[in-house]
C-alpha cells in the first residue's frame, strides 16, 4: 500500500504565508507526479498546484505568483508554499500523487485532507 501524509494548514490573516508538506511512503517504484487540490465548502475539488516528473509546474490561474510547489524526488515529497493568502483559498487542501508500485501499475492516492482558513 502507499501512504500520502500530509502536515502544515491552519489558520492565517489575509495576506499571509502557510506551507504544506506531504510525504509518501510504502511500496513506491516510482512516482510519475505530485500535486495539490482544494475543495471548499459547495464547491468541486479542484486542483491547485501540480509537478509531473522531469516537468513544469502547473497552477491554478487564481494562485500563480502566490503559491510554489516543490518536490523533492528521493524523499517522494511534495510542498506547497502558500503567500499572500486570500479568504478565497479557504478550503481543505489534499495531496495526490501518481504513484507506480511496480512498472506496469499506477494509480492515484490521496492524503487526508488538511484545513486552511484565511480570515479578512
Known amino acids: 500500500q502507499v501512504q500520502l501524509v500530509e502536515s502544515g494548514g491552519g489558520l492565517v490573516q489575509a495576506g499571509g504565508s502557510l506551507r504544506l508538506s506531504c510525504a509518501a511512503s510504502?511500496?513506491?517504484?516510482?512516482?510519475?507526479?505530485m500535486g495539490w487540490y482544494r475543495q471548499a465548502p459547495g464547491k468541486q475539488r479542484e486542483l491547485v498546484a501540480t509537478?509531473?516528473?522531469?516537468?513544469?509546474?502547473n497552477y491554478l490561474d487564481s494562485v500563480k505568483g502566490r503559491f510554489t510547489i516543490s518536490r523533492d524526488n528521493a524523499k517522494n515529497t511534495v510542498v506547497l508554499e502558500m503567500n499572500s493568502l486570500k479568504p478565497e483559498d479557504t478550503a481543505v487542501y489534499y495531496c495526490?500523487?501518481?504513484?507506480?508500485?511496480?512498472?506496469?501499475?499506477?494509480?492515484?492516492?490521496w492524503g487526508q485532507g488538511t484545513q486552511v482558513t484565511v480570515s479578512s
Open positions: 509537478l509531473v516528473s522531469g516537468g513544469m509546474p
Open positions: 510504502g511500496t513506491i517504484f516510482s512516482i510519475d507526479a
Open positions: 495526490n500523487a501518481l504513484v507506480r508500485r511496480t512498472v506496469w501499475s499506477m494509480r492515484d492516492y
